[in-house]
């Protein structure tokens, strides 16, 4: 299986402020023959389901602001939010979809400081 | 607007059975695969199970392989889990959920239902 490891664990930003999130995935997820990274990212509230964010590494899903954006390719990977507000305080997953199984990282923790 | 709807969680005790169910609207259902995801609270999401658009193809995780069955009924815009033998390391949130792509393979989920809590415990 594709092992996602994401870093930090958990963050403290500041309101308006930069928050980054890595996701480093045991191998590479670019198709050659597509040239797309299959990589999603979702965030959870407490209490509710994932919502997706993110897919093909950095195409933003209808209706998410374009604060939240992702980044990267092959192994590695990255979530930013450019301007931290109250309604971003979550945990944040990326997953892999270039295998079965698909598989999630362990999570970052968005907290306001 | 898409919405799932989990249902048929409770408590059960090891080595028993429970069934869950997803009722589906807002979408075409039978234009894509559905997949089960589960989460002990507090912990990481683990995908459990995929089934294809026909239900022609069906893949599971390690960890459920042997003892869970997924299914889904096009007619009745539904999916399902039939979950035997089940442990305590069972206990989770299970989410269905809706795939992009019809096999299911190579496959990100864009909506998710509430989820329904499975209790394996004596």
């Known amino acids: 299986d594709i092992v996602m490891t994401q870093s930090p664990d958990s963050l403290a930003v500041s309101l308006g402020e930069r928050a980054t999130i890595n996701c480093k995935s045991s191998?590479?997820?670019?198709?050659?023959?597509?040239?797309?990274?299959?990589l999603a990212w979702y965030q959870q509230k407490p209490g509710q389901p994932p919502k997706l964010l993110i897919y093909?590494?950095?195409t933003r899903e209808s209706g998410v602001p374009d604060r939240i954006s992702g980044s990267g390719s092959g192994t590695d990977f990255t979530l930013t939010i450019s301007s931290l507000q109250a309604e971003d305080v979550a945990v944040y997953y990326c997953?892999?979809?270039?295998?079965?199984?698909?598989?999630f990282g362990q999570g970052t923790k968005v907290e306001m400081k | 607007e898409v919405l799932l709807v989990e249902s048929g969680g409770g408590v059960v005790q090891p080595g028993g059975s429970l069934r869950l169910s997803c009722a589906a609207s807002?979408?075409?259902?039978?234009?894509?695969?559905m997949h089960w995801v589960r989460q002990i609270p507090g912990m990481p999401l683990e995908w459990v199970s995929l089934?294809?658009?026909?239900?022609?193809?069906?893949a599971y995780g390690d960890s459920v392989r042997g003892r869970f069955t997924i299914s889904r009924d096009n007619t009745k815009n539904s999916l399902y889990l039939q979950m035997n033998s089940l442990r305590p390391e069972d206990t989770a949130f299970y989410y269905c959920?809706?795939?992009?792509?019809?096999?299911?393979?190579?496959?990100?989920?864009?909506?998710w239902g509430q989820g329904t809590l499975v209790t394996v415990s004596s």
């Open positions: 089934m294809s658009w026909d239900g022609g193809s069906t």
């Open positions: 191998q590479s997820l670019l198709y050659s023959s597509n040239n797309k990274n299959y």
């Open positions: 807002g979408f075409s259902f039978a234009d894509y695969a």
């Open positions: 997953q892999q979809y270039y295998d079965t199984p698909p598989t």
């Open positions: 093909w590494a950095s």
């Open positions: 959920a809706k795939g992009t792509v019809g096999s299911g393979y190579g496959d990100y989920f864009d909506n």
